[in-house]
């Protein structure tokens, strides 16, 4: 099961995989960060099919078509934002993954790709994203032999030291 995974530093819009997962928010409409950067890439047809699929819940994935992205298919979840670890923030990023994951096998995907969903603009600790991002992903490879790759980018070395070390931790030296 570990071999299916891959971590790497990089820009999640290069990354030639079936489905990329982006960190969206909840109008799916754009924003910044790699949000901003899927966009740019994928082209104006994206917002246009993101328009139409209207708003998603922080927790759920929708997915829309890839366009000028290396990736047939986006998954757009919408994370939580952190406001002290009160307020079910981790139980809602454990979905994002979950339903992430869910919805690429449905659409047909054989490798995916996630950002950090969470850690940047939205300020969940990075280290304990982390955990859950690779414990989410354990449970689903558990009951899961559709997916074939699953790649963790990073953008930014501390990302990938944190992402390193939490994989060893969750899925074993
Ligand atoms: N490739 C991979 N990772 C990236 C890229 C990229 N091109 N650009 C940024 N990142 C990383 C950031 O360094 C961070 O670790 O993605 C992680 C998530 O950061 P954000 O993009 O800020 O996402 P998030 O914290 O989930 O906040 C979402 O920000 O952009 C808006 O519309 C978005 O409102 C939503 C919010």
Redesign the pocket.
């Known amino acids: 099961m570990k071999e299916k995974i891959r971590i790497i530093e ?4 290069q990354q030639p995989v079936d489905a990329i997962v982006n ?3 909840t109008t799916l409409l ?8 899927i966009h740019r890439a994928a082209g104006p047809q994206l917002l246009e099919e993101t328009r139409q699929i209207g708003g998603c819940p922080t927790g759920e994935a929708r997915v829309s078509k890839g366009y000028r992205l290396p990736a047939r298919w986006v998954i757009h979840t919408v ?1 939580p934002v952190w406001s002290g670890g009160h307020r079910n923030e981790e139980v809602l990023l454990a979905n994002c993954y979950r339903n992430s994951l869910r919805a690429a096998v449905d659409a047909g995907a054989r490798s995916i790709a996630f ?10 600790p990075l280290e304990r994203a982390t955990e859950i991002a690779m414990r989410e992903t354990k449970r689903f490879l558990e009951g899961d032999d559709a997916l074939k790759e699953i790649v963790f ?4 070395p501390e ?1 990938l030291t944190t992402y390193q070390n939490v994989f060893q931790r969750v899925f074993g030296g």
Not at 10 to 13: A, N, Q
Not at 153 to 156: A, K, R
Request: hydrophobic share 35%; glycine share 30%.
């Open positions: 990089g820009d999640i819009t960190a969206a928010n754009g924003g910044g960060g790699v949000d901003g950067a994370g950002p950090s969903i969470s850690t940047g603009a939205y300020r969940f980018v990073c953008f930014g990302a």
